[in-house]
């Protein structure tokens, strides 16, 4: 399974998606799961980057699992996700600081299709307060924009999230550039 993460991590940042130290991709395998250590360059996760820690209770491992770890925790105990993936996508980010709201609606077709409103969730980075607001969020959409910080994805399979990553930011992406054409001809 480590080689599935592995292929996911480098097509995030292949295609801009996520620097390479940022973000972090996991796996529901049962009551556990795989999920991308702390710092590790997802462009380059070998199995020693993968760390397999359980779902309903911290484990020893939580020391060098991502920072993110009891997110995806909350994650898989609040939604029917067996795949996560967390970027750092530059246009998410840029409109989560932007927004007035508490979500980003799609001026793209395939936005509004695919994705309806992306809800913006607060919370410090690896915190409970954070996992819960997701979570919650998460029940009831398959993305998330936490503000300031990326983007989070879940799906049946990793290539599902991925895809989800994929289309929030190309979202993002033309709802910025269509709000900066409308500021600028006005």
């Known amino acids: ?12 940042v292949a ?20 999920i991308t250590r702390s710092g590790c360059a997802l462009d380059e996760i070998t199995e020693d980057n993968v760390v397999e820690v359980r779902i309903d209770s911290s484990s020893p491992l939580d020391m060098i699992a991502s920072s993110e770890a009891v997110v995806h925790r909350a994650i ?14 530059p246009f998410a980010v840029t409109l989560s600081l932007l927004e007035e709201g508490d979500n980003i609606t799609p001026a793209d077709s395939e936005g509004q299709y695919f994705l309806g409103e992306v809800p913006i969730v607060k919370g410090g980075i690896g915190s409970d307060e954070l996992a819960e607001n997701l979570a ?14 990326g983007t989070f994805a879940i799906g049946k399979v990793l290539d599902e999230a991925y895809v989800l990553t994929t289309q929030v930011e190309h979202s993002c992406k033309i709802k910025y550039w269509y709000d900066l054409a409308k500021n600028t001809r006005a």
């Open 1 to 12: 399974m480590w080689h599935e993460i592995s292929r996911i991590g480098k097509k995030l």
């Open 15 to 34: 295609n801009g998606l996520v620097e390479s130290h940022f973000g972090n991709i996991s796996v529901r395998i049962g009551n556990r799961m795989l």
């Open 76 to 89: 898989y105990s609040k939604t029917p996700a067996l795949a996560i993936v967390h970027a750092h996508c």
């Open 136 to 149: 919650s969020s998460l029940a009831h959409n398959k993305t998330a924009i936490i503000y300031s910080h």
